[in-house]
């Protein structure tokens, strides 16, 4: 069999950060970017970790344009610093870290809900602070998730603590990375930027290609999920539709992507519905003005 052709340069002179590059699908969208010639620099909050996905990448891509940006989204102090030290022209913000947290009472650094905190605030402070660095076609991808349908919105309760089970709150999360997504590309209109959103489907490690040092999945494991692949994918695979969602000319502000196929947890990039309430304008605004206060970060008028 022939192997798969080189890819191409298209994105040569273009810089992409990508939030959480160090692991999983944000390693994949940084291993992607950078095989296409984009300079990608990896936002992650472990300088060791960061080490591991460079080498990883110029293992695959020997002439990788990469910069590791220290980043913990846990942390507003980091994420002012990080904003402060880019220092370059970025055409692409990818909003790619996450966690899930079974414990109710875990937190930032800065004291909120670790999962509301890392997957929402800390990107909304970071896109906020990078504004002035972001090229006048800037694109801000929020890697959301099917969860946000079974989340609700309410921004008066943000932060506050919550009960109910972990995957509703991660939900939340979610639906609120993609809240303000939407409602930054309603603040974009009539400008070439653009805010997206995408989401991975159902992304798991052991369905992903080996690389050293990343999710280590030994061969029986391996072999075991192989006929899950039927349904779900590798972390390779859930990358595409947020590169696709960062890169792709027919990508207009606004759209989301995900995987196309079934139950949308696989498959090649398609657009894909979004839920009522994180399209809606009201929960937007009101959102975006909780995120403001909480943070104490204001976006650039
Ligand atoms: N996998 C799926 O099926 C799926 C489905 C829907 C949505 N998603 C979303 O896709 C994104 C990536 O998921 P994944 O499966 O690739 O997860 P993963 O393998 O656990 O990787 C998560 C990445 O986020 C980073 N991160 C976590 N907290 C951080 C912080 N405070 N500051 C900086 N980086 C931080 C992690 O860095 P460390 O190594 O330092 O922890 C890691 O690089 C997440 O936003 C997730 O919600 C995933």
Known sequence: MDAAPPPARDLLGRSMLVTGANAGIGYWCAEQLAARGARVLLGCRSAERAATAVTAIRAQVPDADLRVLPLDLGSLDSVAEASADVGERIDAVICNAGVKAADRSARTSDGFDLMVGTNFLGHFALVAQLEPA??????????????????????????????????????????????????????????????????????????????????????????????????VQGKDGGALPIVH?????????????????????????????????????????????????????RFPA
């Open 245 to 297: 969602a960062a890169t792709a000319a027919e990508v207009v502000s606004g759209d989301y992507w995900g995987p196309g196929g079934l139950l949308e947890f696989r498959g090649a990039p398609a657009r894909v519905a979004a839920s009522d309430d994180v399209r809606s304008t009201a929960i937007g605004t009101a959102l975006w003005a909780a995120a403001e206060s909480i943070t104490g970060v």
């Open 134 to 231: 972001l090229a006048p076609d800037a694109r801000v991808i929020a890697v959301g998730s099917i969860a946000h349908r079974f989340a609700t919105l309410d921004p008066a309760t943000l932060d506050a603590p919550w009960t109910g089970s972990s995957l509703r709150q991660y939900g939340r999360s979610k639906a609120a990375l993609m809240s303000f997504a939407f409602e930054l590309s309603r603040r974009w209109s009539g400008s070439s930027r653009m805010a997206v959103c995408a989401h991975p489907g159902y992304a798991v490690d052991p369905l992903t290609p080996p690389r050293p040092g990343l999710a280590e999945v030994s061969g029986f494991v391996r072999a075991l999920s192989g006929p899950s692949r039927a349904l």
